[in-house]
Structure formats: structure tokens, C-alpha cells
């Protein structure tokens, strides 16, 4: 149980171009889900928090505008990079998390982002 | 806020021994600590996870443990085999709908 899809799992773009990258949970309604990013050999880092029908929380440093978060349902939340920057290519992942609390995460497969 | 230290960032074990990956926590308050597993190019796998009411947990080759006092817990991988070769990040959270903190990564080989 508790599975996680993420879509597309690559995407290459120019640069100034939106990217946008959906987390879908596929047996739970996840009622917070969250963004992470991570670079090479590196840790993940949360980018934000979002809420089912509410604005997404974001960490210090991130741009609200920049990574737009939408999480319209249950089962969907989306990440679009606007206006992608050759330093905006990394390893996107998003987790769910449902009614056992935040600490039950389940992550997804992650979408690779190369902006050229 | 919570920081998550872990070690250490490589290990190389021989198949069939076994691997132990150490994280320190800072926050008292933090009571859950999932392990996360991440092969290459793939998302992070919860492999087991350890509450602070528990000292230790099992799940076949796989065990936690956890020192409240020390603020500490580590991953026990005994028989380690081939496809136990990934990155392992240790995780702290406060409470049920606060965020999870994660280690920086423990990349674990295990050589033939």
C-alpha cells in the first residue's frame, strides 16, 4: 500500500520555460503532501508544505513565486518551476502523507529536471 | 529547530557482515525517527521507523535502535547482501504534523 507516482519522471527544457511536475498518491488520500529537492549526492531538502485546499507553506529561501504549488484534491498535488533556469536543474520529489499523521510519509519516485 | 547528524557518509561493507549507520538528533522534543532508503535515481524508501516510546525495533535483517537520553539511534543491517547497496538517510521528526528532519546521507557499498 501507500503509493506515491510523480510525473514526468525526466523533463528537459530551455531556458524560460514553466515545468510543471505532478505527485499523485494511488491508494490514500493524502491530506498533506510536500516538495523536496536534492542535488547530487546531497541530502534532500523541503522546499514546501502544502494543504488540501489551502496555500502551500514554504521554506526559508524558496521563492513562492517561482515554484508555484497547487494541491486541488486529495490525491494531487503540482509543482511548476516558472521561467526554469539552467540552476533550477535538479532531482525534484514530493511525499504524502495521510490520515497517520505527517510522520508517515511516503515518498515518490521524483522527477529529474534538466533546464538548458 | 531539530539538526540530524549522521554517519558515517560512506561505509563499505563485505556481503554478509554487517553495516551500522549512526545519527545523533538535537531536539528533546522529537519522538519519531524513520530510515529511508534511496537507490540510484529513484525516490527515498521508508525501509523501518522507531517511535520514542520503543528502545528497539526488528524487521528481519533490519533493526533500530534508539537512546533517548543520548539522543542518538542507529541502523543495523546484519547478512548484508548486494542490493542492501544504496544511499540510507535517518530521519527525526517532533510530533504527528510537524516535518521531518533528514540526516545528510549514508552511502552504503557492499563489496562482492
Known amino acids: 500500500g501507500a503509493v506515491v507516482s510523480q510525473h514526468p519522471s525526466w523533463v528537459i527544457c530551455k531556458s524560460g520555460t514553466s515545468v510543471k511536475i505532478e505527485c499523485r498518491s494511488l491508494?490514500?488520500?493524502?491530506?498533506?503532501m510536500f516538495w523536496y529537492r536534492q542535488f547530487p549526492k546531497q541530502s534532500l531538502m523541503l522546499m514546501a508544505t502544502?494543504?488540501?485546499?489551502?496555500?502551500?507553506?514554504?521554506e526559508q529561501g524558496v521563492e513562492k513565486d517561482k515554484f508555484l504549488i497547487n494541491h486541488a484534491s486529495l490525491t494531487l498535488s503540482t509543482l511548476t518551476v516558472t521561467s526554469a533556469h539552467p540552476e533550477d536543474s535538479s532531482f525534484y520529489i514530493c511525499?504524502?502523507?495521510?490520515?497517520?499523521?505527517?510522520?508517515?510519509?511516503?515518498f515518490g519516485p521524483g522527477t529529474r529536471l534538466l533546464v538548458l | 529547530g531539530e539538526n540530524v547528524e549522521q554517519h558515517p557518509s560512506t561505509l563499505s561493507v563485505q556481503e554478509g557482515d554487517s553495516a551500522v549507520i549512526k545519527c545523533t538528533y538535537s531536539?528533546?522534543?522529537?519522538?519519531?525517527f524513520p530510515w529511508y532508503k534511496q537507490e540510484l535515481g529513484k525516490g527515498p524508501q521508508l525501509i523501518i521507523d522507531?517511535?520514542?516510546?520503543?528502545g528497539e525495533k526488528k524487521d528481519q535483517r533490519i533493526a533500530v535502535t534508539l537512546n533517548k537520553t543520548a539522543k542518538h539511534f542507529s541502523l543495523h543491517i546484519t547478512e548484508t547482501q548486494p542490493e542492501d547497496s544504496a544511499v540510507y538517510f535517518c530521519?527525526?521528526?517532533?510530533?504527528?504534523?510537524?516535518?521531518?528532519?533528514f540526516g545528510k546521507g549514508t552511502r552504503l557499498h557492499i563489496l562482492p
Open positions: 511525499s504524502a502523507a495521510g490520515l497517520a499523521g505527517l510522520k508517515t510519509q511516503y
Open positions: 491508494d490514500f488520500q493524502a491530506t498533506t
Open positions: 502544502s494543504n488540501e485546499g489551502s496555500k502551500a507553506t514554504y
Open positions: 531536539d528533546s522534543a522529537s519522538n519519531y
Open positions: 522507531i517511535r520514542s516510546n520503543v
Open positions: 530521519a527525526a521528526s517532533r510530533g504527528r504534523d510537524d516535518k521531518i528532519i
